[in-house]
């Protein structure tokens, strides 16, 4: 592989922010069993193989689960009322996320959404991190 690649591993997802303009939801794949996970692995829980590439994962999919969240769960989030679900990637992959611009009284179950990414908050001057979150597709 020629890029370098660096992950921001605060989040679930790692969220490539090396290649200039390539902000993507990143997964891995086993080279040994060809699984696919939404996070980096050390070992395959399928195959217990060790070896796996980075895979660009579309973002797309549908809720597959979610809940309305009342009460902030952690202060970087700030506000109280706000959808979070698990949402199964066209990959066939789930992955856990906020889902922003909709009012979580409204999430529906296959309802269609996007990963796109948003400034979490910056950890000291310079240092920004930034999550990928779930928004819904409009038709």
């Known amino acids: 592989m020629t890029e370098e690649y660096r992950f921001i591993e605060h989040c679930a997802g790692d969220i490539n922010r090396t290649i200039p303009k390539r902000?993507?939801?990143?997964?891995?794949?086993c080279s040994k069993c060809g699984a696919l996970f939404?996070?980096?692995?050390?070992?395959?829980?399928?195959?217990?193989?060790?070896?796996?590439?980075?895979?660009?994962?579309?973002?797309?999919?549908?809720?597959?689960t979610y809940s309305a969240v009342k009460v902030p769960l952690l202060p970087v989030l700030k506000k109280g009322?706000?959808?979070i679900g698990i949402i199964e990637l066209e990959?066939?992959?789930?992955?856990?996320?906020q889902i922003v611009d909709i009012d979580p009284d409204d999430l529906k179950v296959g309802m269609e959404v996007d990963a796109?990414?948003?400034?979490?908050?910056?950890?000291?001057?310079?240092?920004?991190?930034?999550?990928?979150?779930?928004k819904?597709?409009?038709?």
């Open 91 to 97: 990959e066939g992959v789930k992955a856990e996320g």
């Open 81 to 83: 009322h706000y959808g």
């Open 38 to 64: 939404v996070t980096k692995r050390l070992i395959c829980p399928e195959c217990k193989g060790t070896d796996f590439e980075e895979v660009a994962l579309s973002g797309r999919g549908k809720v597959y």
């Open 136 to 139: 819904p597709v409009r038709r």
């Open 23 to 29: 902000y993507r939801l990143q997964g891995s794949r």
């Open 116 to 134: 796109t990414i948003r400034r979490a908050r910056e950890e000291y001057p310079g240092k920004v991190i930034y999550m990928y979150r779930f």
